[in-house]
């Protein structure tokens, strides 16, 4: 049945003003101070759907959002929702044939641009079939419109009825195993999202003050700095740039945010910064970690640093947030915890039989918070998702406790000695070491064509000599075992990473 109250954002906008926060900040960007508040989001939203209709933007066409953590996202990802318009957050640090790949495979009617990322898009948008309407947040180019001028005048739009099972927004996959995919995602998931993680693991209220150094584009940014303050009127500071270690302790420290969103490779960095600094004057009362497992060594480092806690937790686009994970009360760094309630998990080997503790299987789970499926991919989305089970790509290791251990993407996985190998083991075992910043473990094949590990490395300071390497060689060993070891080492710069900061070791494969 159709009803507005199943489209989301009567529940994460429209109700905020009629129960006093109206002039509550829901809002803040750190670079300019622009703010928004509930009021303001929710009729800047449904100038968005009067807008998109105004211009031929028809229920069920889809907008696209290359657009930065801003103010301007919020209405337009909402005001598409009441407009039954899909909108589509884009991964701002692409390329530009990506992001022509993209728009043509989702036939996008209109893209809404920040003025800094036009430079990307500029060159692809006259030949796209799909597009009617390009919309820029800043100066328009010719050819374009500015956002302002995009809504100035429009009638406002009361939210459409939907049902809860209708598509809501899509998000692309980060593409860590290759070509992006794009995910439908319907109303009801973000709801689901929200009573589960948001409530359970969170525990987020409205007095809390929310950064997430993940952007609005990740599903793990969307929930944080989106759905969940939005799910009970909290607050959420904006930063439009690169989170770097040093800006976001600089940003803790300055606005004193009560939960603090980041990634494994980010924690690394800015526990690495207060090695050499002191940590910040904060607030903190939790912190949340995901995109890939968080390395036991930097979680307790940054915990010694902060006071405080962070969770690890798994979750992928295709669940839309984090279903599996620590808790405050319960977390154990090095594990990925325990189902989120509200989730149901399996762990079964390549005949789909349940494995028993101390053996590895694959992930699947089951939650209401589901993609519907792939964009035009059939198979795909028949393989990934099996009745109520989405299969995630994760091997995992089940302790006689219940607790998960990561043990890396099944893609991921080798044997050794006919014995299976976590690269994540191996890469925690590396970045334990005191002069080891970063590290990905991948197979490559030996002089009588056996895989073993190579490991790939970034140093906090300094080189690597090959007595050094030896010396890490030994470190691993003692901390797992005597057959672990990477039989290379190779010092880099960076390694090969998503937008969301995981680690394309596909791309380390096929350099081996």
Not at 463 to 474: I, M, P, Q, R, V
Request: charged share 25%; glycine share 8%.
């Amino acid at each position: 049945m159709l009803s507005v109250h199943a489209n989301a954002a009567t529940f994460f906008v429209d109700r905020h003003p009629s129960e006093g926060r109206g002039d509550k900040c829901a809002y803040l960007e750190v670079q300019t101070g622009r703010s928004l508040t509930y009021a303001q989001m929710a009729e800047g939203s449904d100038l968005v759907a009067g807008a998109l209709a105004r211009a031929g933007i028809r229920p069920e066409e889809r907008m696209a959002l290359l657009v930065l953590d801003q103010i301007e996202f919020p209405q337009l990802f909402w005001g598409g929702l009441k407009a039954g318009v899909v909108p589509i957050p884009l991964n701002t640090l692409l390329a530009t044939p990506i992001y022509d790949a993209i728009l043509r495979d989702s036939r996008a009617a209109i893209l809404v641009v920040s003025a800094d990322l036009w430079p990307v898009v500029a060159p692809i948008v006259a030949d796209n079939p799909y597009l009617r309407e390009i919309v820029v947040i800043g100066e328009a180019p010719d050819g374009t419109r500015s956002f302002d001028d995009f809504t100035a005048g429009a009638t406002p739009q009361p939210t459409r009825a939907v049902s809860p099972d209708e598509v809501a927004f899509w998000l692309y996959s980060s593409g860590s195993t290759g070509r992006p995919k794009g995910v439908t995602h319907v109303h009801s998931a973000l709801k689901a999202s929200a009573d589960t993680y948001g409530a359970h693991i969170l525990n987020i209220h409205e007095s809390d003050l929310v950064l997430s150094a993940a952007k609005f584009f990740f599903a793990y940014g969307l929930g944080n700095a989106l759905t969940f303050p939005l799910s009970v009127g909290a607050s959420v500071l904006l930063y439009t740039g690169r989170p770097t270690p040093q800006v976001m302790l600089e940003t803790i420290e300055q606005y004193k945010p009560t939960l603090f969103c980041g990634v494994p490779t980010l924690y690394s960095g800015m526990v690495a910064e207060m090695d050499r600094t002191g940590a910040p004057d904060a607030l903190l009362r939790l912190s949340i970690s995901a995109g890939e497992a968080l390395p036991a060594d930097i979680g307790s480092r940054w915990a010694e640093h902060m006071n405080v806690t962070v969770l690890d937790g798994v979750g992928s686009t295709e669940m839309l947030h984090i279903f599996l994970s620590n808790r405050e009360d319960d977390f154990e760094y090095g594990t990925s915890g325990i189902p989120v309630p509200g989730y149901d998990m399996r762990l079964v080997d390549e005949t789909d039989r349940e494995v028993g503790a101390g053996e590895i299987g694959e992930l699947l789970v089951n939650g209401a918070s589901s993609a519907q499926g792939y964009w035009n991919q059939r198979d795909k989305t028949r393989s990934t998702f099996e009745g109520v089970w989405t299969r995630t790509g994760d091997k995992y290791e089940r302790r006689a406790d219940g607790r998960l251990i990561y043990c890396g993407r099944t893609d991921d996985m080798f044997k050794v000695s006919g014995i299976w190998l976590s690269p994540f083991e191996v890469e925690g075992a590396l970045v334990s070491h005191p002069q080891v910043l970063e590290a990905a473990v991948v197979a490559a094949r030996d002089e009588d064509g056996l895989e073993k590990p190579k490991a790939y490395i970034i140093l906090q300071n300094g080189t690597a000599d090959d007595a050094f390497k030896e010396a890490l060689k030994s470190h691993v060993k003692e901390r797992i075992g005597l057959w672990k070891y990477p039989r290379w080492i190779e010092v880099v710069d960076e390694l090969p990473k998503t937008a969301t900061g995981k680690v394309q070791r596909f791309r380390l494969r096929e350099a081996s």
